[in-house]
């Protein structure tokens, strides 16, 4: 007798994100999702590191994964978290937790669909390195 696999809904061409399936997910939102609509909602992402910069002490990570790019900003304040982001470099594989918020006024990105917003990261772990 075959056993019938339950697979994610597709729903509006794209598939659902796993914030419904457990604590164990990789992700709750796609990188490209994020709009201003999602401010203020604690959330976890997973992809590559797109590029790296250090702007007067902090850290801004653009997140890429399959839906686009994001940027992730690491505030001193969080030493640990600091620290790991301070280490990462493009291409590695990282997993971001953090909340949403709007960009300051004047550095939005009308370029990106995720312009309006970035991700304040709280927590972050590297889970594959890559060798640029």
């Known amino acids: 007798m075959l ?7 597709i729903q509006n061409n794209s598939v659902n994100t796993m914030k419904d399936l457990g604590s164990t997910t990789m992700r709750s ?12 909602e604690q959330i976890t992402l997973s992809g590559w ?7 007067g002490g902090v850290i801004f ?4 994964d399959r839906e686009g790019i994001v940027q992730v900003v690491f505030d001193p304040d969080r030493e640990e978290s600091f620290a790991l982001a301070d ?3 493009n291409e590695f594989v990282v997993q971001v ?3 949403v918020r709007a960009r300051p006024q004047g550095t939005e990105n009308a370029e990106m669909p995720t312009g ?9 772990e590297v889970l594959n ?4």
């Open 3 to 9: 056993e019938v696999l339950k697979l994610p809904v």
């Open 29 to 40: 939102h796609y990188c490209g999702e994020l709009r201003a609509s999602d401010v203020d």
């Open 49 to 55: 590191v797109h590029r790296r910069r250090d702007h």
């Open 61 to 64: 990570l653009d997140l890429r």
């Open 87 to 89: 280490a990462c470099r």
């Open 97 to 99: 937790k953090g909340r």
């Open 116 to 124: 309006e917003v970035e991700v304040l990261g709280q927590d972050h």
């Open 129 to 132: 390195k890559s060798e640029t």
